[in-house]
């Protein structure tokens, strides 16, 4: 089913978030995000959201340019004639980059393709399970009781998994505090953002005293043949997050052995049907993956939910409850039930934004014929 796009509204909402939450690249304490919605000539919507930040410090894309290429280049590329979002896809490809922007316009088409078919987006992408097991993730902290504070929290909510953002100075001793608290049998990870370097492999190294799941993205997001070097120095397994921008970069890192683990972020690598070929990839391999998050709202949250309920998922991910970020969410809030997530089960994303909710949060809309 080609849907035959009128038009795509793109509206900028603010969303305060609950607590600061800081990571080795910045603190954000809200989310300015970027909704995309399209409508087809029959009125149907598609809704999607890009999780490009507010400064381009995770990666180059940040929300003010995502917009700025949306209106200027890719909506205006989307097919006269209607597109699916595999087409969409495609049609995009010429334009270099952008991988967060073209995520939003291809996941809004086909929201609004799977809602004129009465398909859902796990029932589209191959969901093996109708809910997913939970992690969270914590924030750098001013200090170690702080974080066990935390993370204890957490736990009590019934998080199956917890990760850890560490930075050099804030590593080895609140993941020794963390362990010695909660035990051997915590599901406990860490997340570096490419925070060090591989004159870093003897510091990183004192981590393999504390039986984690994995430590992701420890160097450079283009330096996989580092990261094949500290694996070899590591107990640790290496799990790769910014590196992986396409199932081609996938493919490179499993052959390199930069990596045994990847954390999947359909918003990196171009949306949700690139990031089911690295899935694919990835299973054909052995390899594990798990889905990242970047704060979503239920819009984002949905999907997520969706792709993490395919059978190569087989660590709990990002894909956190509402309420872990936002007092108030746009969509019906996803609650965490004995540490999982439903996968939604209603046509397209299976749910949609809160009208009035979306009003009292939105700064700016503009609308772009087809």
């Known amino acids: 089913m080609n849907p035959k796009i009128s038009g795509v509204e793109l509206r900028r909402i603010t969303m305060p978030l609950l607590a600061p939450f800081r990571t080795s690249f910045g603190v954000e304490t809200s989310r300015d995000v970027l909704l995309v919605r399209v409508v087809t000539s029959d009125g149907i919507e598609g809704w999607a959201e890009c999780a490009a930040m507010s400064e381009p410090r995770y990666c180059s894309e940040y929300v003010d340019g995502a917009q700025d290429v949306l209106r200027r280049f890719l909506i205006p590329a989307l097919p006269k004639d209607g597109a699916d979002a595999a087409t969409v896809g ?25 809602r004129i078919t009465g398909e859902s987006f796990g029932s589209h992408l191959g969901a093996a399970r109708d809910r997913v097991p939970c992690g969270v993730s914590v924030g750098i902290m001013d200090s170690i009781p702080q974080l066990l504070e935390s993370v204890e929290g957490y736990v009590a909510e019934g998080y199956v998994r917890i990760k850890l953002k560490i930075e050099p100075g804030w590593d080895v001793e609140p993941v020794r505090a963390v362990r010695e608290r909660f035990g051997d049998d915590l599901l406990l990870q860490v997340d570096a953002n490419a925070a060090y370097t591989l004159v870093d492999a003897q510091q990183l190294a004192k981590l393999d005293d504390f039986g984690l799941l994995l430590i992701e993205q420890p160097l450079a997001n283009d330096d996989m043949v580092q990261h094949a ?55 054909a391999h052995g390899v594990p993956v798990w889905c990242g998050g970047m704060l979503e709202t239920g819009i984002g949250r949905a999907a997520n939910v969706a792709l993490a309920a395919l059978p190569g998922f087989t660590l709990p991910g990002d894909t956190s409850g509402s309420h872990r970020y936002f007092a108030t969410d746009i969509t019906e809030p996803f609650i965490l039930a004995d540490g999982h997530l439903d996968v939604p089960i209603g046509p397209g994303l299976g749910v949609e934004p809160l009208p009035n909710i979306l009003d009292e949060v939105t700064t700016s809309s503009e609308w772009i014929a087809l």
């Open 229 to 283: 070097q500290l694996a070899k120095l590591l107990r640790t397994p290496i799990c790769l997050d910014e590196s992986i921008e396409s199932a081609a970069d996938a493919a490179a890192a499993i052959s390199l052995g930069a990596c045994s683990i990847i954390n999947i972020k359909p918003a990196r690598v171009g949306g949700y049907l690139e990031a089911r070929r690295i899935h694919d990839i990835a299973r």
């Open 90 to 114: 495609r049609t995009l490809e010429p334009f270099t980059g952008h991988h967060m922007a073209k995520a939003a316009l291809e996941t809004a088409v086909l929201d609004a393709q799977l």
